[in-house]
């Protein structure tokens, strides 16, 4: 069963295409990640699948229902985790959740235990009655977690569940994520724009860059789709000018990318090209200032397919030039 | 039904864990009560009256002997002798006097020849109210000077014998209407529709509005829970605003369910008119920037601090749709007259009407998107 379907979806603020007809499918099982930077569009898709924003045009079922026309079945079927913190700070957890299991139209009996049982599967069954605003912001997330899963969804959307967290905490979230799924047969569609999140937990991924899809496959797979198995990230000082041919022609070389005078060269042979690379310099007399080997990362995928570091991307697009956020904040 | 209950006891929740609320909106409208009340009711007294006496005569004497007496009694104004017209006008224009008694030099041989006898005030018409009670004063003083000490047995006068049927209703009490009105107002701008808004700046709209409630859950339990809180504070001004303004038997049961049922109907009138004018608004800033025009706009034309009556055309207009003006004239005949609900029953027909107009209204114009 297919239990996310997305046709030809696109979304418009203006003149702005903040997701630009989007096709991909969900099947049901999978842990689906959206990646990309901020700005790609991966909020404006998942509130258009859970149905907080109208698409401009496409269509898209998920569960099987349209998101426009029978919106309210597809509310009642899934699980959102917005990126915002959403939990009431005034309220104790389990108040928190025990409103949106009313919301959900939970009967009064079932209501309490399912709850106690959800708080304890986020470690929070002992801070079920304090008030969230004493909470930090890992306990709010997982909070988070269990209310979006108080009337039992088997689809669940997540958007960038970890931004913001510390280290350990991410670690956390992601456990709990784990675990919540293989134990509730869950179906997730998450955002993140931490590479190595992604490439852990996630069945299959979508590239997303300005509103593009520009690559979906599994991590491995994305990962063996590009150019050689090794990176070498090199630079160097007095390099000659003709150094990136140079480069190019060395044994096992799949591809090589300059930004001043750093050298990123795809190989398939990762040690047997550094040995050649050293000779080469010492024939050329460019000093080597620094040289590492890596396996290729959903970085080097990301890089790729979209032409540009994540990182950059990220640093880029503040939310202050972000026309959709923008839009936002004028209503 | 179950999730407007929900977003009720949210609300609800959320207000018992700080009731200030409650206390922000009765005290400036309870600080309003008695300062306005004491401010504008009481009667005017201790003016200065300069006195210029050019004639000596014996009826001058008389006027000034009866000037002496309101001093003493009413007090209203004390005199002050002055021997010329121009140091007399000169501290008229400083202020150090409210107003001036001239007795003309040829009074007493007026009165006693019996043509036209005129004595002159003049005001400082700057302080209209000042000026009136001066005028009042001398008004009274005169009909007891003409009044002749024997009066006729039958006289072809028309006279005019007013009859007041309530005791006498000091302003502070007239006030006390508009008063309970505006602490429902108050708990309506900041209670009301304004939390969805603060929800909207926070993000934490996004969690509810990704469950299955309606438009219309969503707005009849914002407003349920706003009237909720704006019933309280309604009752508790209702009680403390009855003991200040000294309302006679202020406890009484049967009026105390009189007007929770007028308490009730203003505040789902107030809340729903909050919630249409602030469906569309998502910045926090805009409810607390508009809340003194509102306040000016609804409350004076309402007949809270003086009478519609006195109105331009265009102020009778906005009297005529706000729900301030209903509000405003059932807690009067409640507080002031201890009616029946009989005598209430178009201020509650209106807000009632001017409710479902309100909540039909929002519910067409709320977006349940993003």
Sequence with gaps: MLDIEVEHLTKRFGDFTAVDSLNFFVEHGETFGLLGPNGAGKSTLIRMLTTLVPPTSGTARVYGYDIVRQANDVRQSIGVIPQAMTSDLDLSAEENMSIFAKLY??????????????????????????????????????????????????????????????????????????????????????????????????????????????????????????????????????????????????????????????????????????????????????????????????????????????????????????????????? | MHRVWAIIERDLRRFRRSPVLVIVSIIMPLVQLIVLGYAFGGKIKNLHLGVVDEDHGVPAIKIREMCQAVAVNAATFDTVAYADKTEVMR?????????????????????????????????????????????????????????????????????????????????????????????????????????FIDDKARGLHEGYLVTPIRKFELILGFTLAGAAKAVIAGIVLITVGSLIAGIPDPLNPLRLARMLVMVVATSMA???????????????????????????????PSGAVYPTESFPAWMKAIAVVDPFTYAVHGFKELVLKNTGLAAIQYDLLWLTVFTLLSLGLATALFKRTL
């Design chain 2, 91 to 195: 501290d008229l224009r400083d202020g150090k006097i409210n107003g001036v008694l001239n007795i003309p030099p040829n009074f007493s041989r007026k009165v006693l020849a019996g043509i036209n006898p005129q004595i002159a005030l003049v005001e400082d018409n700057t302080d209209q109210f000042s000026a009136s009670a001066l005028e009042g004063a001398f008004n009274g003083l005169l009909v007891s000077y003409n009044t002749a000490p024997v009066p006729p047995r039958e006289t072809n006068d028309v006279t005019l014998s007013v009859v007041e049927i309530y005791p006498y209703v000091p302003y502070i009490q007239f006030l006390l209407p508009g008063t309970i009105t505006l602490s429902i107002f108050v708990s309506a701008m900041i209670g009301g529709g304004i939390i």
């Design chain 1, 105 to 331: 139209g939970i009967p009064r009996e079932k209501r309490l235990k399912t709850i106690r049982s959800l708080l304890a599967e986020v470690d929070l069954e002992k801070w079920a009655d304090k008030p969230v605003k004493m909470f930090s912001g890992g306990m709010r997330r997982r909070l988070e977690i269990a209310r979006g899963l108080v009337h039992e969804p088997k689809l669940f959307f997540l958007d960038e569940p970890t931004t913001g967290l510390d280290p350990v905490s991410r670690v956390a979230v992601w456990e709990m994520l784990s675990r919540l799924k293989n134990e509730r047969d869950l179906t997730i569609l998450v955002t993140t724009h931490y590479m190595d999140e992604a490439d852990k937990l996630c069945d299959r991924i979508a590239i997303v860059d300005h509103g593009k899809l520009v690559a979906l496959d599994s991590p491995l797979k994305l990962k063996a789709s590009i150019p050689g198995k090794n990176v070498l990230e090199v630079s160097f000082s007095n390099a000659p000018g003709n150094w990136i041919e140079t480069l190019q022609s060395l044994p096992d070389v799949v591809d090589v990318k300059a930004e001043e005078n750093i050298y990123r060269i795809s190989s398939h042979n990762g040690p047997r090209t550094t040995v050649a690379l050293m000779e080469a310099a010492r024939t050329a007399g460019a000093t080597i200032n620094s040289l590492s080997v890596q396996s290729t990362t959903l970085d080097d995928v990301f890089v790729h397919y979209t032409g540009h570091q994540l990182r950059d991307a990220l640093q880029a697009a503040t939310g202050a030039n972000s026309p959709f956020l923008l839009k936002r904040g004028g209503l």
């Design chain 2, 270 to 300: 107030l809340i729903s008119m909050m919630f249409l004018i602030m469906v569309r608004v998502s910045d926090p800033l805009v409810p607390r920037a508009i809340f003194g025009m509102l306040n000016t706009v609804l409350y004076f």
